[in-house]
């Protein structure tokens, strides 16, 4: 895939545009007490979140979660040992993952709900034979 110029240019303009407008971390800490990544920002703002909410942070040691790097613009937060990076202004936006993570970790939360409605719902579909199988070809 070839990247053109004014692609190029098109991504600086808007990398500056964030840079002007949105907060950016300046500190990225891990509590191992209350088991949260916390990233000061520079609007005075603390931003924290259980790690396990985040895509590549999840089962990961306490040593690992403490070595936490941020990028020379501030947008961005990396976790060496673990390989893995989260983008800020999504993780403000409550985006802790790629999307097909994100469909992954909300489908999982959906599916462990219990409420009666879920429940009586499931029963009635049970009774019926449960969920009506596919055409061939879908």
Not at 17 to 34: F, L, Q
Not at 73 to 99: E, K, M, Q, V
Request: aromatic share 4%; net charge positive; glycine share 10%.
């Amino acid at each position: 895939m070839t990247i053109s110029a004014s692609q190029i240019n098109k991504a600086r303009a808007a990398s500056r545009a964030r840079m002007k407008t949105g907060p950016r971390a300046v500190a990225a800490r891990y509590d191992r007490r209350r088991s949260r990544v916390i990233v000061s920002l520079d609007s005075a703002v603390e931003l924290a979140f259980p790690p396990d909410c985040a895509e590549g942070l999840a089962g990961a040691s306490a040593a690992e979660l403490s070595q936490i790097e941020i990028s020379p613009t501030g947008l961005g937060l990396r976790w060496p040992r673990l390989d893995a990076d989260l983008y800020l202004p999504a993780l403000i936006n409550g985006i802790f993952g790629s999307p097909r993570w994100m469909a992954g970790a909300m489908g999982e939360l959906g599916g462990r709900s219990r409420s009666s409605a879920k429940t009586a719902a499931a029963r009635i579909n049970g009774c019926r034979g449960g969920r009506p199988r596919k055409a061939a070809g879908h």
